[in-house]
């Protein structure tokens, strides 16, 4: 059994290595924001930036992708984490869920 | 509103006396509507999801009540202050944190009783007096959130 920092495959030549966190050996969910006419853009940027750290480029693309597409993928996260961020999300009153990866 | 400036780890707000009594109002009546369901998924229907949805209606609610406490404490004269020509509000960056929590709430909350229109528009008052108290709040509330992330200097 390898340990959680290490691959899951063995390396070889011409073959891509895989790694998957060990967090993420269960089931994988993707956190998604759904767009609603409410909640204002700048606010929304703000939320992203506060709850998964990131900067002010990176939030406002997923808020514009949420604005023009109606919905984004934030992170793709094992349950706990996953569960997490939708708790915090919708502290914020964001329209958020987590929708199993298939 | 504005932003004067951000030093020492805290924010500090000027306001136009109405404003600021228009905030106390906000916060001293918070909340203004009822819970609303929260959903975890869209799509999983398993038991897990299940659990997971009442796990977060209990945690929003408790959340909640906390926002509920903290509404009266972020009005009081520690944070909101008469100056001779206008009020200052002063927070640190956690209780910004939970003013825009608060004043969202409002804002969703006040968007969910008139049944999640699709477009923002104040009704007429005199034809729709409910929808448009409702309206109002929801614009106010839209007003602070945008001057408390707003940089300093904007109004």
């Known amino acids: 059994?390898?340990?959680?920092?290490?691959?899951?495959?063995?390396?070889?030549?011409?073959?891509?290595?895989?790694?998957?966190?060990?967090?993420?050996?269960?089931?994988?969910?993707?956190?998604?924001?759904?767009?609603?006419?409410?909640?204002?853009?700048?606010?929304?940027?703000?939320?992203?930036?506060?709850?998964?750290g990131w900067d002010e480029a990176r939030a406002k693309k997923h808020m514009m992708e949420v604005h023009e597409r109606g919905r984004s993928v934030l992170v793709q996260e094992g349950p706990e984490k996953a569960e997490f961020y939708v708790h915090q999300l919708q502290q914020y009153r964001l329209q958020a869920t987590m929708e199993p990866a298939e | 509103m504005k932003q004067l400036r951000f030093r020492e780890?805290?924010?500090?707000?000027?306001?136009?006396?109405?404003?600021?009594?228009?905030?106390?109002?906000?916060?001293?009546?918070f909340p203004f509507t009822p819970p609303v369901p929260a959903r975890i998924s869209k799509t999983d229907s398993r038991d897990e999801a299940w659990e997971r949805e009442q796990l977060l209606q209990e945690s929003l609610a408790e959340h909640r009540a906390e926002l509920r406490r903290q509404a009266r404490a972020l009005t009081g004269p520690g944070h909101l202050m008469e100056l001779k020509t206008c009020w200052r509000l002063t927070l640190l960056p956690e209780e910004r944190e939970l003013l825009l929590q608060i004043l969202n709430d409002i804002r969703v909350g006040c968007w969910q009783a008139l049944e999640r229109p699709a477009e923002l528009r104040v009704p007429n008052p005199t034809k729709y007096p409910r929808q448009y108290a409702l309206m109002a709040l929801l614009h106010l509330a839209g007003g602070f959130e945008h001057h408390l992330i707003a940089p300093p200097g904007q109004e």
């Open chain 2, 9 to 29: 780890n805290l924010f500090r707000f000027r306001l136009e006396r109405v404003e600021a009594l228009q905030l106390k109002q906000l916060l001293a009546n």
């Open chain 1, 1 to 52: 059994m390898p340990k959680p920092s290490e691959p899951l495959t063995v390396p070889s030549p011409g073959i891509i290595e895989v790694t998957r966190p060990h967090d993420h050996l269960g089931p994988v969910f993707h956190v998604i924001c759904w767009n609603d006419p409410v909640n204002l853009m700048v606010y929304v940027t703000h939320v992203f930036r506060k709850v998964f």
